[in-house]
């Protein structure tokens, strides 16, 4: 019964734990970069749903103002 380790070098043994280290890293960045992409745009929501004055000091445009109030009034959400 020959232990399967032994058979590898170390250079496979190496490379194949690089490789794991690599993909798990990465998996791990992208479940983190994953969870704030939907807390920042929860906290976009919120913002835009309950902060109005402050998302009308960044709108410059008068045509994406116009949209804004208007989909603000059709969502009910000035009551």
Do not use: H
């Not at 929860?42 to 410059?60: A, C, D, W």
Request: charged share 30%; with cysteine; hydrophobic share 40%.
């Amino acid at each position: 019964m020959g232990n399967k380790m032994e058979n590898k070098s170390i250079g496979q043994i190496f490379k194949e734990s690089l490789k794991k280290s690599f993909f798990s890293g990465l998996w791990s960045c992208l479940k983190w970069s994953f969870i704030l992409t939907l807390v920042s745009l929860g906290l976009f929501l919120l913002v835009f749903r309950f902060q109005p004055e402050t998302i009308k000091k960044y709108i410059k445009d008068p045509k994406d103002l116009q949209f804004y109030d208007d989909l603000r009034k059709k969502n009910g959400w000035d009551k």
